[in-house]
């Protein structure tokens, strides 16, 4: 197994640790390898492109197994961000990716005794359209998962937990957003800025979001709690639900726009949806669409989760509250007016 110390100790008496985070270039990856270099531990990134963090980097894509193994060797835990995520490309893209890059990445640490994974997942994998109110981690299911996203994550999930790793911990962090973020952030601003924003329904359902600092935080809470915690599944969240309609707000404001939204009934959305994504398929466009089916739910439908399970089993607190990310965001797009 794994050496336990790099060489050291943290305040707090932890010995420090050599960690591998994948996709490293993601804001997500990035920020969980900026939180544990800078307390001490030795980081080394994988991804396709250079980050230009200063970490030690292997490029190299999540299932080219050799490299994956090479990556893996001598470190005592993976923190496994990589993912296809968006609604654009095959379902064979998204099984590459996420389910067989998972079972690459899993293989690789039980050939070297790596004892410690965090998983990163989404609550997707457990959404079927209905709504989810003040609910845990629903189990992950690929069956009833909506979108080709939602169905690899959940499958790349389940290996995870079944595998031999000896202290597995699963995290599904939910609407991560934050300066710079380009999934949720831009493109709603991109998409107000072209007069093509509006309310699916009324804007009432209420969802929970993740400010970044508060996602990565947690990540390493799980990581340090690994060898406690193997097996658990977590939904992590600001535990703030707010209307669709006072998020997207806040997010203009934020960005400096000022527009009224107009509203589009739910079931004309999910048609529009629906069309969409039969044209996109059929003409390979590697751009993101209008509208899709999976989008018209989330924001149509409520999806918030009872944190209280979550924060005593990881011992962790979001630090930064959604007034306080808000105020950040202002701030990130006012220096770059």
Not at 15 to 25: C, E, S
Not at 93 to 104: C, I, K, L, S
């Amino acid at each position: 197994m794994g050496r336990r110390c790099v060489g050291g100790q943290r305040s707090n008496g932890a010995a420090l640790m050599r960690v591998l985070v994948t996709g490293g270039t993601s804001m997500l990856g990035a920020s969980v390898a900026r939180i544990l270099s800078e307390r001490g531990d030795q980081v080394t990134l994988l991804q396709r492109s250079p980050s230009g963090s200063g970490l030690r980097e292997i490029l190299s894509d999540i299932t080219d197994a050799d490299a994956v193994s090479a990556a893996v060797a001598n470190h005592h835990a993976v923190v496994h961000c990589a993912a296809r995520v968006g609604v654009v490309g095959s379902a064979a893209d998204f099984e590459r990716t996420n389910v067989t890059g998972t079972r690459v990445l899993i293989e690789a640490m039980v050939r070297h005794g790596v004892e410690r994974l965090v998983h990163v997942s989404s609550p997707s994998v457990a959404h079927s359209g209905a709504a989810l109110v003040g609910v845990g981690a629903q189990p992950a299911d690929p069956a009833t998962a909506r979108g080709h996203y939602s169905r690899t994550k959940a499958a790349a999930e389940l290996l995870a937990l079944a595998s031999d790793v000896p202290a597995v911990v699963v995290i599904r962090p939910h609407l991560v957003w934050g300066p710079g973020d380009t999934q949720l952030i831009g493109r709603i601003v991109d998409r107000a800025r072209a007069g093509r924003m509006a309310l699916i329904g009324n804007g009432t359902a209420l969802i929970d979001t993740t400010y970044i600092d508060n996602a990565a935080d947690a990540l390493v809470h799980a990581l340090d709690r690994a060898p406690q915690l193997r097996g658990e599944c977590l939904v992590v969240s600001n535990g703030e639900p707010r209307t669709v309609a006072e998020l997207i707000e806040r997010i203009l404001r934020a960005a400096g726009i000022s527009t009224r939204l107009r509203s589009v009934p739910a079931s004309a959305a999910r048609g529009a949806g629906a069309a969409a994504e039969k044209v996109w398929s059929a003409t390979s466009r590697d751009d993101d669409p209008p509208m899709t089916r999976f989008l018209a739910e989330q924001l149509s439908t409520a999806h918030w989760f009872d944190q209280r399970r979550t924060r005593d089993l990881l011992e962790w607190q979001p630090q930064v509250t959604l007034t306080e990310g808000f105020e950040r965001l202002a701030q990130w797009y006012a220096e770059r007016a």
